[in-house]
């Protein structure tokens, strides 16, 4: 608001108007997300008083970099603006806008309506020199000479028509001069921020096993050399990320027992969760698990079959941990003398410390668990999964991630927040890299469509990459208890195409796990929280076939590593589902159906929007059901399918689109 | 984002999150709009990590204050917080929030639960004792002592189940202790501001006409005399604005003649939007008008009617204007020595200079330009219809209108800009007060459905208020051309009942003038844009009792002077379009069935959502249509309707709704 000052305004000149950028995440305050090699795709409404043609430029850089590179915007309907810009670096890049009056683009777009209306124009091609002799002043060297040649061509004896010829013509070169008009730019007055991750940050398949059951000897306890053989296992299914819940000194007091019980036997090892003993925290290893060198070697031998391991970072305590007597400043300490323990009333959790990040020293506090995340970058670790990072302060999150990025920009961090939408939200706003989601407990057709167009068709898509798991070991949901083998598959299948990061908790999902601890729990019985489990992996009822040709299917299809470009079809059964995924080849459009009812065949007609999809309307087309390795001929936009859960309860399709039609797709903005 | 310093960053300790306000233009670049009386509803999302409880405030101020107002806010769903405050004075309102987390709410939510579990809570009664002996010595003296004695009662020999029933008694007076936790407040980053303005900004009926075509006596030039004579006329219709064009001194050089033609006869009056001539500019008034007396009589007098008078503002002149030799430099010479006039090209307007907004002189052109607002303002003048404010530098009105507010807040701008989109929106973003719309070309159901939605429940709403107009002097649309009485009588009614503000162009309106220039033109045969009228008033076809009475209605029912609550219904006929709007008054929901078949008479189902609109569904209730003055009789929440156009094309109900349950009703944000 102006006052009553009569001193002149800044920018009284500049009258272009930049708004409604997109992306842009709360006003600019976080950045979006992207991973190496995707574009940037940014729009906004431009526009000015009066008729005058505008020039817009989409400015970006890396943050490394002084020098903003400029791509000319194009006009689409109705005052939007679009340009994008790839990221080709990991790390932060920035984006801005810029855009100001052309007087020369105007001067030879009314020029152009003046000819077209046959008008005198000897008037119009003076105004024209006077212009580019302006424009000549601004110039570089080079065009200056340009610009006055063209100038004296407008002022010459030659005829009005000519001049106008020549200079309407689409050739004419002095249409470079982008800077006629420049002093006065509406400059966007914020710098919007990408931060670019590497592509398993986008497109990553996990399994989580608790290295301490991977003994082929029942009962002993298994160590980081039991994990490296179950490596091939791992490979074979296509797993390229394998996490490790805590692989810390677990602690005595208050040790859980099986099943979470408050008695434990003598021989119980414990929730690995409850960190820190006399033996050490969280720098230390468990040594029933192994040394550091047998950790360096499970990390490497991994890395060999291109898994990457990642690390569990529960911030929380045992009464054991050697940070209660070192650092008795960073807990709550109640009237009677005693820690404040874990409790989410009336519940309580005497096994678990919480740090007080209300603590006076708070800030020594947000160093040493920094230091705990450098400790295992330094031993080769560059992804974790952060256990309930919504009961810590979101603004240590905040630091702490952006710290870290700062000299590892290729670490990912994975929220393991369960909690509502919108602190899930917040957390992935503030720099975490992928996120645990509510897909466990989406089972109906309408409320997996209505909420992954949440996550894929709203400016979501901009900052949460989801991460989907049918099953973890906190979570057995009453759909894998009761749904049978069906229900695996079912739901493995969704996972796998909903989500270009999906994850299980295995060999309990393999094998088919599915009995809980009493009714109406989602906890397993004999959790592997509380006890060793002996799994029989040969066991011919197991998935990891299945889940290897699902995850072969994910690596094959580029469409199906990006979450952009869902899109829900119609079919007339709600019991199936249906939807496709599209990358910027033609080819590849996969197209995914599941019957979502576990117990019987499902069938329908599946509606196909053939123009859009880039599929010629006139002629029968093929669908090859890559799951099946089955061939289908389709006509026309409703075609019939059907699928029996006891056999295989999806399609996994890949259709081939014509390229010469295929440019009628939204333009992909996932590549 | 942190960088690698290891200094503490700032507010590591306030761990509450403020984000997705609302209401909230742009980042909180622009104001929202409220009239004196209306409250601003604010909600936003407020939350924390882990299980602290919340207090949050919404603070608001009159800008003249320094200190800020405290509003709790309330809790709803999903970590949604709303509060409101109410404006009561003309100017700037600034809002901004601030949240933290309390420790004695959450300590006392947790103590309740514990109790309810039977737990021992004597070490947690203490935790509370030093709970509220800290929040004493941050407390003003009197809650000092109170809290102290508070404390010593948690710290009594009493029992712990006394001490516990003591402070969860709802009354307990530490319950206020809100500053407990405040010192670690996150602070919304923003004040956010909220422009107030007098009740006709938001509830207004135009009535437009040119002063020239006032005479009683067929050819002879009308006066401001003459006009005075139509007050009553136009009282008695119910506008309480009357908008004359261009008062000024018309130029003569390229003035046209009648119907836009560009062969003038002498005795041709011109152009009122071509101003300036010897006679003066836009400081002058047309002397064949009346004189400065003349216009301040007409002022008083219409004052006594209650109708205000509002003047045309059309930063433009004529060729023979003062300013054109006085100012030379505000406009733009071509290089044969010729001032540009307006164009866009191939169509010139050689009779229009426009002023050159890129002027080297542009800050004294400006400050001239505001000097002629203020000259009408010190004639009596606080309401200004803007003529096409997109064809002038957006920045500049900014200005404007803010300076003049500053000292002038109750003075009223209508933008009539009718361009794209984003221009539209933008001037109403950047100070205008009401804005004409797209009505008088939105004619099919679901294209008055669609647009008014887009107006009143999308943020649209905050900022732009629309001015309904069927007709202008500029705009005879097809409907009007060929839709007969119905079509004026049904387009009346929809601008007065879906616009809380409304106008027409008469006496071209009411007495259905229809015949356009030429075929598929909008303009006017024999515009009085180019020439003087004679109308009859007294013509019996004329629809002025029919306006008046549904401007009476306008006046009675508070539902129809606000748009925020507009909905729709759902009707089995592509020709009738039913809307219901509501106060807070519980009496008084008006509900309108309009047909929009000017030909046919139409009937249909309407479907009512009765518990929402608080009507008992278990009895029969009555419809009262004040347009018609009729009862009728409904049940349950399908009635029929049915309406001749030939007759009334339109229901305006009252009905009445149970106070009981009329709270079901979503808030209304109106009053």
């Given at each position: 608001?102006?006052?009553?000052?009569?001193?002149a305004?800044?920018?009284?000149?500049?009258?272009?108007?930049?708004?409604?950028?997109?992306?842009?995440?709360?006003?600019?305050?976080?950045?979006?997300?992207?991973?190496?090699?995707?574009?940037?795709?940014?729009?906004?409404?431009?526009?000015t008083?009066?008729?005058?043609?505008?020039?817009?430029?989409?400015?970006?850089?890396?943050?490394?970099?002084?020098?903003?590179?400029?791509?000319?915007?194009?006009?689409?309907?109705?005052?939007?603006?679009?340009?994008?810009?790839?990221?080709?670096?990991?790390?932060?890049?920035?984006?801005?806008?810029?855009?100001?009056h052309?007087?020369?683009?105007?001067?030879?777009?009314?020029?152009?309506?003046?000819?077209?209306?046959?008008?005198?124009?000897?008037?119009?091609?003076?105004?024209?020199?006077?212009?580019?002799?302006?424009?000549?002043?601004?110039?570089?060297?080079?065009?200056?000479?340009?610009?006055?040649e063209?100038?004296?061509?407008?002022?010459?004896?030659?005829?009005?028509?000519?001049r106008?010829?020549?200079?309407?013509d689409?050739?004419?070169t002095?249409?470079?001069?982008?800077?006629?008009?420049?002093?006065?730019?509406?400059?966007?007055?914020?710098?919007?921020?990408?931060?670019v991750?590497?592509?398993r940050?986008?497109?990553?398949?996990?399994?989580?096993?608790?290295?301490?059951?991977?003994?082929?000897?029942?009962?002993?306890?298994?160590?980081?050399?039991?994990?490296?053989?179950?490596?091939?296992?791992?490979?074979?299914m296509?797993?390229?990320?394998?996490?490790?819940p805590?692989?810390?000194?677990?602690?005595?007091?208050?040790r859980?027992?099986?099943?979470?019980?408050?008695?434990?036997?003598t021989?119980?090892?414990?929730?690995?969760?409850?960190?820190g003993?006399?033996e050490?925290?969280?720098k230390?290893?468990?040594?029933?698990?192994?040394?550091?060198?047998?950790?360096?070697?499970?990390?490497?031998?991994?890395?060999?079959?291109?898994?990457?391991?990642?690390?569990?970072?529960?911030?929380?305590?045992?009464?054991d941990?050697?940070?209660?007597?070192?650092?008795?400043?960073?807990?709550?300490?109640?009237?009677?003398?005693?820690?404040?323990?874990?409790?989410?009333?009336?519940?309580?959790?005497?096994?678990?410390?919480?740090?007080?990040?209300?603590?006076?020293?708070?800030?020594?506090?947000?160093?040493?668990?920094?230091?705990?995340?450098?400790?295992?970058?330094?031993?080769?670790?560059?992804?974790?999964?952060?256990?309930?990072?919504?009961?810590?302060?979101?603004?240590?999150?905040?630091?702490?991630?952006?710290?870290?990025?700062?000299?590892?920009?290729?670490?990912?961090?994975?929220?393991?927040?369960?909690?509502?939408?919108?602190?899930?939200?917040?957390?992935?706003?503030?720099?975490?890299?992928?996120?645990?989601?509510?897909?466990a407990?989406?089972?109906l057709?309408?409320?997996?469509?209505?909420?992954?167009?949440e996550?894929?068709?709203?400016?979501?898509?901009?900052?949460?990459?989801?991460?989907?798991?049918?099953?973890?070991?906190?979570?057995?949901?009453?759909?894998?208890?009761?749904?049978?083998?069906?229900?695996?598959?079912?739901?493995?299948?969704?996972?796998a195409?909903?989500g270009?990061?999906?994850?299980?908790?295995?060999?309990?999902?393999?094998?088919?796990?599915?009995?809980?601890?009493?009714?109406?729990?989602?906890?397993?019985?004999?959790?592997?929280?509380?006890?060793?489990?002996?799994?029989?992996?040969?066991?011919?009822?197991?998935?990891?076939?299945?889940?290897?040709?699902?995850?072969?299917?994910?690596?094959?299809?580029?469409?199906?590593?990006f979450?952009?470009?869902?899109?829900?079809?119609?079919?007339?059964?709600?019991?199936?589902?249906?939807?496709?995924?599209?990358?910027?080849?033609?080819?590849?459009?996969?197209?995914?159906?599941?019957?979502?009812?576990?117990?019987?065949?499902?069938?329908?007609?599946?509606?196909?929007?053939?123009?859009e999809?880039?599929?010629?309307?006139?002629?029968?087309?093929?669908?090859?059901?890559v799951?099946?390795?089955?061939?289908?001929?389709?006509?026309g936009?409703?075609?019939?399918?059907?699928?029996?859960?006891?056999?295989?309860?999806?399609?996994?399709?890949?259709?081939?689109?014509?390229?010469a039609?295929?440019?009628?797709?939204?333009?992909?903005?996932?590549?």
């Open positions: 608001m102006g006052g009553r000052s009569k001193a305004p800044a920018g009284g000149l500049r009258r272009v108007i930049i708004e409604g950028v997109e992306p842009e995440i709360d006003g600019g305050q976080f950045p979006i997300k992207r991973t190496i090699g995707e574009p940037v795709v940014v729009e906004a409404n431009i526009f008083d009066g008729h005058d043609a505008i020039c817009a430029f989409l400015l970006y850089r890396n943050e490394r970099h002084r020098t903003w590179t400029e791509v000319e915007m194009t006009a689409l309907a109705n005052d939007r603006w679009r340009a994008s810009f790839e990221v080709d670096r990991l790390g932060t890049y920035c984006y801005t806008l810029l855009a100001f052309d007087p020369i683009k105007t001067w030879r777009r009314d020029l152009l309506k003046r000819v077209q209306a046959s008008q005198d124009v000897s008037v119009d091609l003076l105004i024209g020199a006077e212009l580019l002799d302006k424009a000549a002043t601004h110039a570089h060297q080079t065009s200056t000479v340009e610009l006055t063209w100038a004296a061509l407008l002022r010459s004896d030659v005829s009005a028509d000519e106008a010829l020549a200079v309407l689409e050739r004419a002095f249409l470079d001069c982008t800077y006629a008009g420049r002093e006065y730019a509406t400059h966007y007055g914020k710098e919007l921020a990408v931060t991750d590497r592509e940050a986008r497109f990553s398949t996990w399994y989580e096993m608790f290295p301490r059951s991977a003994s082929p000897v029942p009962g002993r306890h298994g160590t980081f050399a039991d994990v490296e053989k179950h490596l091939p296992y791992i490979a074979n296509g797993f390229d990320v394998l996490y490790m805590p692989i810390h000194p677990i602690g005595s007091t208050y859980k027992g099986k099943n979470n019980t408050l008695t434990p036997e021989d119980d090892s414990g929730s690995p969760w409850g960190i003993s006399a050490g925290g969280h230390a290893i468990h040594s029933e698990l192994g040394t550091f060198e047998d950790f360096h070697q499970l990390v490497a031998r991994a890395s060999n079959y291109g898994i990457e391991i990642a690390l569990d970072i529960a911030f929380q305590v045992s009464p941990h050697p940070y209660v007597k070192e650092h008795p400043e960073w807990f709550r300490y109640r009237p009677d003398g005693t820690i404040q323990y874990a409790e989410n009333p009336p519940k309580k959790y005497q096994d678990i410390y919480p740090f007080d990040f209300a603590s006076e020293d708070w800030w020594r506090l947000w160093q040493e668990l920094e230091s705990i995340i450098e400790f295992w970058i330094e031993h080769g670790i560059r992804i974790f999964r952060v256990d309930n990072p919504h009961t810590k302060a979101l603004p240590f999150w905040e630091w702490l991630i952006a710290n870290i990025k700062q000299d590892y920009p290729e670490v990912i961090f994975l929220s393991e927040a369960f909690t509502r939408p919108h602190p899930m939200y917040r957390l992935a706003k503030i720099g975490f890299t992928q996120s645990y989601t509510y897909f407990w989406r089972n057709k309408w409320e997996l469509e209505q909420y992954f167009e996550l894929t068709q709203s400016d979501v898509v901009e900052y949460f990459r989801p991460n989907l798991w049918p099953n973890t070991p906190d979570i057995l949901t009453g759909m894998l208890q009761t749904g049978g083998r069906p229900a695996f598959m079912m739901r493995y299948v969704l996972a195409t909903l270009a990061s999906c994850g299980i908790y295995g060999p309990a999902f393999e094998l088919l796990e599915h009995s809980p601890r009493e009714a109406k729990s989602e906890e397993y019985l004999h959790s592997e929280k509380y006890q060793l489990r002996d799994w029989k992996l040969d066991d011919p009822a197991s998935l990891s076939e299945f889940i290897g040709r699902v995850n072969t299917i994910r690596k094959d299809n580029v469409a199906l590593q979450d952009r470009t869902l899109q829900f079809y119609k079919i007339d059964n709600e019991q199936i589902i249906a939807y496709s995924k599209y990358s910027d080849d033609p080819a590849n459009l996969i197209l995914v159906v599941v019957n979502l009812d576990v117990h019987n065949t499902q069938s329908g007609w599946i509606e196909l929007p053939l123009r999809l880039g599929i010629p309307g006139d002629a029968p087309f093929e669908v090859y059901d799951l099946a390795d089955a061939r289908y001929k389709w006509s936009a409703w075609n019939y399918v059907e699928l029996n859960p006891h056999v295989v309860p999806a399609h996994i399709f890949r259709i081939e689109r014509d390229p039609i295929a440019h009628e797709l939204p333009e992909p903005i996932t590549s």
